[in-house]
């Protein structure tokens, strides 16, 4: 976007809501609707705070206030309206907005959203590799154990003669 002739940067939220709100000029477009619009197949839990948070961005860029609104009209619990006159051009440099231009590159590309049941599907495969990997370790301490455990008596029971002899002699004693 530019401002004063200076182009300035605009998180891509508050691009998508002002494109959102241009497209729909002199309408009132919901709260949901910004919700859809901006962030589709995810669940937000604090949607308003998203919502409130996105247009006081987008008033501050288009240096507009929701007491004195110039571009963006706050319709309470209904959602909000563009109120500024839009003119559509055929030009493709740049679209007048009053003080503001917004250059008419690309939008910003939509950022990759992960539907929930893909989530959750990542989630469960990631659960399963780490039970898999505990169960493996458990397998590897047992045979260790059970290895160990083997080496040790296998070192016991060549002791016995020695064992064995002194407990002749002990016993030898007790006979004499």
Same mark, same amino acid.
């Given at each position: 976007?530019? #401002?004063?002739? !200076?182009?300035? !940067? ?12 241009? $497209?729909?000029? *002199?309408? =009132? @477009?919901?709260?949901?609707? @910004?919700?859809?619009?901006?962030? /589709? ?8 705070? %998203?919502? %409130? +948070? +996105?247009? %006081? ?8 206030? &929701?007491?004195?609104?110039?571009? =963006?009209?706050?319709? &309470? ?5 563009? =109120? ?14 009053? *003080? @503001?231009?917004?250059? +008419?590159?690309?939008? &910003? &590309? #939509?950022?990759?959203?992960? /539907?929930i049941s893909q989530r959750l599907s990542a989630v ?12 493996? $370790?458990?397998?590897?301490?047992? @045979? ?6 083997? %080496? ?10 020695? $064992?064995?002899?002194?407990a002749a002699q002990h016993a030898g004693r007790i006979?004499?």
């Open positions: 976007m530019y #401002q004063d002739h !200076k182009r300035i !940067k605009v998180q891509a939220q508050v691009y998508r809501a002002l494109l959102l709100l241009l $497209g729909r000029a *002199g309408e =009132i @477009v919901s709260r949901e609707d @910004v919700r859809k619009g901006l962030w /589709p197949e995810v669940f937000l839990v604090n949607l308003d705070a %998203n919502v %409130n +948070t +996105t247009m %006081n961005k987008l008033r501050q860029v288009l240096g507009d206030s &929701p007491e004195n609104a110039r571009y =963006i009209e706050t319709m &309470p619990r209904r959602g909000y309206s563009f =109120i500024a006159a839009v003119e559509f051009s055929d030009r493709t440099d740049t679209m007048p907005l009053g *003080g @503001v231009q917004a250059a +008419t590159e690309a939008a &910003p &590309p #939509q950022l990759q959203r992960v /539907p469960m495969r990631m659960a399963g590799f780490l039970v898999a990997g505990i169960l493996l $370790g458990a397998v590897l301490m047992f @045979v260790w154990f059970f290895v160990q455990a083997k %080496n040790h008596r296998a070192s016991e029971s060549s002791r016995p003669a020695a $064992g064995a002899s002194r006979r004499a």
